[in-house]
């Protein structure tokens, strides 16, 4: 009989030079063993597919995502096998796996039309069209804690509110895990500046299940919901001209980025509003979506040589969704804990030390091949560096863009599978199992030509500029950030490690006046559009802020002068009925929210002065009244005096 309850030892792939984690994982012939319930594991069309004509590109993308979807029906029905008691392997191929194979195979089938139809035919997909059962086990090879009790809310037969996943081998002591190597030397003419953009938390609660890159004009193209930060027009439907006229949440109104990456959730029973949506709770993605407590965005250079801009709507994957089955060779998302970032794991979740903080990092590729903004499988047209900070034979270093996001979660209570305090996971695919070697980051530059100049300059310069202009000479290094899976496997310990630079290690804590976050019943799944205040640099150089959805100029966003412009007071982000902790460019912290009240868009609160008016109203008017009393009645002694003197006079 088979129940999607059980746990298994998981084959995924991983290389025996691979070194993941801390190694707590890995069996004698270099496999990662890795604990869950019972999965179906599809050969992954789309990462096969490197050259796609662009007259077969809407087609192609239409029938990959068929095949996700196949993919998740066919999983919905293994989990409902399961909790109605299991079928025989026999019953399971019949009904679920067989059908799949067929649905899949004339899937492919049109694939492949459709490349020979604008270009040449595709040879080998046929194969890939059957899919293998990963049965449940008891759970043995995982050790101890690998009998989970369900969490709050959980489905029968499984861990996790969604009823696949996490489970308690999901996670590791980050105190356990060795630190990380140190980076390869800097080379004399490395560009040792970094540019950061302030672009919030998502604390208006921006969120979708579809992702444009990958599944262009499919609803739920991504089966797993997305945070969101930067643009506000981000959806399926989103063209190169939506994007770059929306509104942003960024500081800088230059940067309509999009930077977007799958949500965290606390398995604690709340229901969201996706509860019933697909990509949501339908999909296996339930429990509290947590608002990040601060997000960093930072750009930094290459330690070899100068960086050259990004091309605008250049479109980078970091990670892989679907690496549990896939294998890890494109798994790229990094874990670990605020004091502890020397230490990083990547197939685990960390447990930190009473008042860490989790933090998750993404570092994507910097080498770009100076031609495509994107390639058929959403990779080949960038790269990582090697381990010296080196581009492969054609391309050209680019800013790297590093994405720092904390949360303040408390450390599982494992003994008890969650109960006491709920297990935290990634929304992925529903066959992924909320693994956290399938976390993983997608970004669009859609940032205007002057800015983006600005920032070559800054890095290339060896300034570290923000929202609040630059400073000479106190920048991060720049690291060598082998991930891809034709070179450097990513999390080997000697490369890749954030926690071994100065831009993660030195980010700031997250804010004191955050609060816990109450479970939210209002997460917002499509929120009216909307666009944070802009930096304006005057003629002086000092940054002021107005609210303005207008062109981004030369001038706005950033100091490029020679001399730091001198620090301004940044408004101070609200939620309805708290107060916010002030906005800092480096690391974005997010306002405290009651369940009860709706979040606000980022940077949308009324500037201090508005603010300020309303204090002391009373006394203040009367001291400001005293004085212009008093010249009034020395204006009318004078007029009395006056007309005395004249009448003497006659």
């Known amino acids: 009989m088979l129940g999607g309850g059980g746990l298994a030892t998981v084959n995924v792939y991983a290389s025996a030079t691979e070194g993941w984690g801390d190694g707590s994982g890995a069996n004698g012939t270099g496999h990662v063993l890795s604990a869950g319930m019972a999965t179906i594991d599809c050969p992954d069309i789309g990462s096969r597919l490197t050259a796609v004509p662009d007259a077969a590109r809407p087609d192609v993308d239409r029938e990959l995502a068929l095949l996700d979807r196949q993919t998740a029906e066919a999983y919905r029905q293994l989990q409902q096998s399961a909790q109605a008691g299991g079928q025989d392997s026999g019953s399971v191929d019949d009904t679920i796996m067989n059908p799949l194979r067929e649905q899949r195979a004339a899937a492919i089938g049109r694939i492949t039309d459709a490349i020979d139809r604008a270009g040449e035919r595709p040879q080998g997909l046929d194969a890939l069209a059957a899919c293998t059962l990963r049965p449940g086990g008891d759970g043995a090879s995982a050790g101890p804690q690998a009998t989970a009790t369900a969490s709050p809310g959980a489905l029968p037969g499984g ?3 969604g009823g696949n996943g996490p489970v308690v081998s999901d996670y590791a002591d980050i105190t356990s895990v060795p630190p990380a190597a140190p980076n390869p030397p800097q080379q004399a003419d490395a560009s040792r500046g970094s540019f950061t953009s302030d672009c919030g938390v998502n604390a ?3 969120f979708n299940s579809d992702n444009v890159i990958v599944a262009p004009g499919v609803s739920n193209g991504a089966h797993h919901f997305h945070d969101y930060v930067g643009n506000q027009g981000n959806n399926a439907f ?16 230059g940067d309509r980025s999009t930077y977007y990456w799958p949500v965290l959730r606390l398995q604690n029973g709340t229901q969201e509003r996706d509860a019933g949506s697909p990509g949501g709770g339908t999909e296996g993605n339930a429990g509290q979506i947590v608002t990040p407590a601060q997000v960093t965005l930072t750009f930094t250079g290459n330690p070899r040589g100068k960086v050259t801009a990004m091309p605008r709507f250049l479109r980078i994957i970091t990670g892989d969704a679907k690496a549990f089955v896939n294998g890890p060779g494109n798994a790229n998302a990094s874990w670990s804990c605020t004091g502890h970032e020397d230490r ?4 685990k979740y960390p447990l930190c030390p009473q008042g860490s903080d989790v933090v998750r990092t993404f570092r994507f590729q910097s080498c770009w091949d100076g031609r495509n903004i994107d390639s058929a499988n959403h990779r080949t047209h960038v790269a990582f560096t090697a381990p010296d900070g080196s581009c492969p034979a054609g391309f050209r270093a680019i800013p790297q863009l590093e994405e720092r996001i904390v949360y303040d979660v408390k450390a599982p209570s494992l003994q008890d599978g969650g109960r006491t305090v709920p297990l935290f996971a990634v929304d992925s695919f529903p066959e992924q199992l909320h693994k956290p070697v399938t976390d993983h980051g997608d970004f669009i530059n859609v ?3 002057d800015l ?5 300059d800054c890095i290339n310069s060896g300034r570290a500029c923000g929202p609040d202009g630059d400073t000479p000479g106190t920048t991060a290094s720049p690291t060598a950030t082998s991930g891809s899976g034709t070179t450097a496997a990513p999390g080997s310990g000697t490369t890749e490690q954030p926690g071994a630079t100065a831009t993660a290690t030195s980010a700031p804590a997250p804010s004191a006046t955050q609060t816990s976050e109450a479970p939210r019943t209002d997460a917002t799944i499509t929120p009216a559009r909307t666009t944070a205040p802009a ?3 005057t003629a002086t150089g000092t940054p002021g802020q107005h609210h303005t959805t207008g062109h981004h100029t030369a001038e706005q966003g950033r100091s490029t002068e020679s001399a730091p412009p001198p620090p301004t007071s940044a408004p101070a982000e609200s939620a309805p009925a708290e107060s916010a902790p002030a906005k800092s460019a480096p690391a974005h912290s997010a306002p405290a929210r009651s369940a009860s009240a709706q979040p606000t868009a980022a940077g949308s609160a009324p500037p201090p002065q508005a603010q300020g008016a309303r204090q002391g109203a009373l006394a203040e008017t009367g001291a400001h009244l005293w004085p212009a009393a008093l010249g009034t009645l020395l204006a009318l002694s004078g007029l009395i005096m006056l007309l005395r003197a004249r009448r003497l006079r006659y």
């Open 344 to 347: 990083q794991l990547k197939d």
């Open 452 to 456: 983006m100049r600005q920032m070559v």
């Open 204 to 206: 208006n609660g921006l």
């Open 159 to 161: 861990a996790g509110q």
């Open 535 to 537: 930096r304006t640099t």
């Open 447 to 449: 940032f205007d030509e």
């Open 238 to 253: 989103a063209s190169d001209d939506d994007l770059a006229n929306a509104g942003t949440s960024c500081v800088d109104q």
